[in-house]
């Protein structure tokens, strides 16, 4: 029990305390008014020393930030970090990682991540050793002789050697397989001089031959007892391909319930074995879209790491860094010769001279080489003298007035009942579209009608296959391989 003295004394030291914080309130509130609320009309007096002061603050904070911000490029160095996963994103849809029949840009990519090849491009598109230690060629240039590198293992941990090599392109060689790649081994000899040695021997010199060696080798040791008729669908090629290559098959995942929103999703670990030194990336993962479109939106929500072709510029712009490859290919307008207004040789070189390529170009908003020869100018036998009609509207319209073609009400010209008209062929995709509607302005301009067809994959597929068009915009692969024979020949 407290006693009444001992209440009496905290009473009071209570009301004590109660005074001094009321007096400490009283005083704030003094100096707070005698010191600020009655100083803020001198403000006006002092507003240029004031804006100067905050000014100069103001200058002090930015220049800390902006040094601050500065001073790692000079002291400092952004370097790759090791590990991580990378994901990317292609438009198309898989179907096969064998190499010998990859051919789509999902099932390329696939078989280039799992399998090697005896040579193999670099960044620089150089062709270069891979599985190769050595190639040798006799002076008729008909003899190959391809040493292997001693350190190669396949995934599952068993050597690749010469077997493995001769296995693969004798393979190819045969018709049940129906491997696109037969033609380019169609009379080549393969022959296994040693575990290590393998030789080619062709019926005739090709210079160009050491490039057909890029492609990925395959296991014999796993497809030896598969027959040839059943190896294009065998599970190997779908479920669990071994190769050689820098990453390790993991697994393939299918989502989407309709064929537009369908994904493939395809999953790599690093190869730690690989020949050319364990990948700096930890996992790799492939996911093919079926639909641009949805490629675009998973791209622009940030799940992909990179996109390949891509035809829209996507929405976070400021984050994304665009890589443009160089290729060994052109995109040309094939007129068809049988055609009664293209089978004359004075039009068709004035379409030529017609066709402004620097405004193409630059339309088209990213880098593009121009090519005029049918000939890339990093080939064998290319001659920058030999190129094609430069452009020159004022030529081309004298040109077509001299063959008798005339221009009629509508500008398009006319030659007797005959109309100066034909129609352009090319896929439904942006690029192409826009390179066909520009080139119907400029020949119009010269009094040339060119209706622009856009078709789908399929479609212009058949196009091409049975030549009904007139004339044909379109891309084509050269490689680095100078023999442009089957573009360009009637018999092809």
């Known amino acids: 029990m407290v006693d009444r003295v001992t209440k009496l004394r905290w009473r009071r030291r209570f009301r004590r305390k109660q005074r001094q914080v009321e007096h400490i309130g009283a005083q704030a509130d003094d100096h707070l008014d005698k010191h600020f609320f009655r100083r803020l009309n001198r403000l006006v007096d002092i507003r240029r020393f004031m804006f100067a002061w905050l000014l100069l603050l103001g200058l002090l904070i930015t220049g800390v930030i902006i040094q601050a911000r500065a001073l790692p490029e000079f002291y400092q160095e952004r370097v790759p970090q090791a590990g991580g996963t990378y994901s990317e994103g292609i438009f198309g849809t898989f179907t096969n990682a064998n190499p010998l029949y990859a051919t789509n840009p999902v099932d390329a990519s696939t078989s280039r991540l799992l399998f090697s090849g005896l040579m193999r491009y670099d ?9 190769a230690k050595d190639l040798e060629v006799d002076e008729r240039g008909v003899i190959y002789t391809v040493k292997l590198r001693d350190d190669v293992v396949w995934h599952d941990g ?42 080619f021997t062709l019926p005739h010199g090709l210079a160009s031959f050491p490039h057909s060696l890029t492609n990925g080798i395959i296991p014999k040791h796993i497809l030896g007892n598969v027959a040839v008729s059943q190896l294009r669908s065998a599970s190997f090629n779908t479920i669990s391909p071994v190769g050689s290559g820098p990453f390790v098959w993991e697994t393939i995942q299918v989502e989407g ?41 998973v791209f622009n929500q940030g799940e992909l790491s990179g996109a390949a072709g891509l035809e829209v510029n996507p929405s976070t712009a ?46 088209l908003g990213f880098p593009v080489i121009a ?36 221009p009629g009400e509508d500008g398009i010209r006319e030659k007797g009942s005959d109309r100066l008209e034909f129609s352009l062929f090319t896929q439904e995709v942006n690029q192409y579209s826009f ?24 479609d212009f597929q058949n196009t091409l296959a049975f030549h009904n068009y007139d004339a044909l ?20």
């Open 318 to 363: 400021s984050t994304v860094r665009e890589h443009y490859v160089p290729l060994n290919g052109q995109v040309n307008v094939f007129l068809n010769n049988s055609h009664p207004v293209l089978s004359q040789r004075a039009i068709r070189q004035a379409l030529t001279r017609g066709t402004d390529q620097r405004a193409i170009i630059e339309g």
């Open 435 to 458: 390179v066909a509607n520009t080139l119907e302005q400029q020949w119009r301009d010269i009094g040339v009608a060119a209706e622009v067809v856009l078709q789908q994959d399929t």
């Open 257 to 297: 319930s309709t064929v537009e929103d369908r994904e493939e999703r395809i999953g790599f670990t690093a190869n730690q074995q690989y020949h050319n030194g364990a990948p700096k990336i930890d996992r790799f993962l492939i996911r093919a879209f079926h639909d641009k479109q949805n490629l675009a939106e």
């Open 473 to 492: 915009l379109y891309g084509i692969t050269l490689g680095s391989d100078p023999d442009v024979y089957a573009y360009w020949h009637s018999s092809q």
């Open 123 to 131: 960044s620089e598109n150089e062709l270069v050793p891979d599985l």
């Open 158 to 199: 068993q050597p690749l050697t010469a077997d493995d090599v001769a296995f693969t392109y004798q393979t190819i060689q045969k018709p049940d397989a129906k491997s696109p790649l037969r033609s380019n081994w169609v009379g080549v000899k393969i022959k296994v001089i040693d575990p290590m040695t393998v030789e």
């Open 371 to 406: 090519s005029k020869s049918p000939l890339l100018n990093r080939h064998v036998g290319y001659d920058p003298q030999l190129t094609q009609l430069a452009f020159d509207q004022e030529a081309a319209k004298k040109q077509l007035d001299e063959a008798g073609w005339k």
